[in-house]
T-cell receptor, first 118, second 116 residues
Framework: SAVISQKPSRDICQRGTSLTIQCQVD?????MFWYRQQPGQSLTLIAT?????????ESGFVIDKFPISRPNLTFSTLTVSNMSPEDSSIYLC???????????????FGPGTRLTVT | AQTVTQSQPEMSVQEAETVTLSCTYDTSESDYYLFWYKQPPSRQMILVIR??????QNATENRFSVNFQKAAKSFSLKISDSQLGDAAMYFCAYRSANQAGTALIFGKGTTLSVSS
C-alpha cells in the first residue's frame, strides 16, 4: 500500500492570504488527486494533478484559485489562493496506481489538512 | 454523470450485532468498481472493501461483506459482530473502469455509532 503524508496538518490563516499544502507519497504513483471535505460531509474532487502538465479541474474549481503542481511521481502541492472564510475546509490528497501501491483500482488518502480562514 | 446515494445519514448498532449500510448508484456504464471507505474521527480514509462490477460474487473481508445487486444498482455493506472501533463515517464510492484517469465519486456518507 502507499503511505501519503500531508503538510501542514492544520492551519489558521487570514483572509486574503494563500496557503500551500504539500502531499508526499512514499512510492511512485500514476494518479494524484485533491479533494475538499467540509467536516462531517462528503468528499468533493477539486482536481487531478497531472505529472508534468496542467492539472485537470472539476466544475466549480479554477486554476487561479487552486493552483496545483506535480513535479514528479511522488509529490504534489495544492495552493488555496486569496482565501476567504468559505475556503475553511479539510483538504485531502489522494493517490492511485503504481508498482508498490497495489492493484490500480486501490486509491489511498492522506490524513488531510484542516484549514480555517478568519 | 454517475451519482452515488447514501440515504442513511446516521445509523447505530450495539456491539456484537449486525448492521447494514445502504448505497445506490446511477451509471450507464457496465464496467466499474464500487468501494466502501471508512473515515474515523482521525480523518484517515481507510478502504474497507471493493467490488468489481463484472464479478457476480459478493466481496467479503472478514466481518465486512457486501450485497451487490447490479441490476438494481445497489451496493450495501454489512458489518457483522460490530465492534466499538467500527464507529466512523462510511462512504460508498464509484469509479469507472473505462477511463484510467477517473477519480472516485463519493456518496454523502453514513455516520455509524456503536454502543456497548
Amino acid at each position: 500500500s502507499a503511505v501519503i503524508s500531508q503538510k501542514p496538518s492544520r492551519d489558521i490563516c487570514q483572509r486574503g492570504t494563500s496557503l500551500t499544502i504539500q502531499c508526499q507519497v512514499d512510492s511512485q504513483v500514476t494518479m494524484m488527486f485533491w479533494y475538499r471535505q467540509q467536516p462531517g460531509q462528503s468528499l468533493t474532487l477539486i482536481a487531478t494533478a497531472n505529472q508534468g502538465s496542467e492539472a485537470t479541474y472539476e466544475s466549480g474549481f479554477v486554476i487561479d484559485k487552486f493552483p496545483i503542481s506535480r513535479p514528479n511521481l511522488t509529490f504534489s502541492t495544492l495552493t488555496v489562493s486569496n482565501m476567504s472564510p468559505e475556503d475553511s475546509s479539510i483538504y485531502l490528497c489522494s493517490a492511485r496506481g503504481g508498482r508498490t501501491s497495489g492493484p490500480d483500482y486501490e486509491q489511498y488518502f492522506g490524513p488531510g489538512t484542516r484549514l480555517t480562514v478568519t | 454523470a454517475q451519482t452515488v446515494t447514501q440515504s442513511q445519514p446516521e445509523m447505530s448498532v450495539q456491539e456484537a450485532e449486525t448492521v447494514t449500510l445502504s448505497c445506490t448508484y446511477d451509471t450507464s456504464e457496465s464496467d466499474y468498481y464500487l468501494f466502501w471507505y471508512k473515515q474515523p474521527p482521525s480523518r484517515q480514509m481507510i478502504l474497507v472493501i471493493r467490488q468489481e462490477a463484472y464479478k457476480q460474487q459478493n466481496a467479503t473481508e472478514n466481518r465486512f461483506s457486501v450485497n451487490f445487486q447490479k441490476a438494481a444498482k445497489s451496493f450495501s455493506l454489512k458489518i457483522s459482530d460490530s465492534q466499538l472501533g467500527d464507529a466512523a463515517m462510511y462512504f460508498c464510492a464509484y469509479r469507472s473502469a473505462n477511463q484510467a484517469g477517473t477519480a472516485l465519486i463519493f456518496g454523502k456518507g453514513t455516520t455509524l455509532s456503536v454502543s456497548s
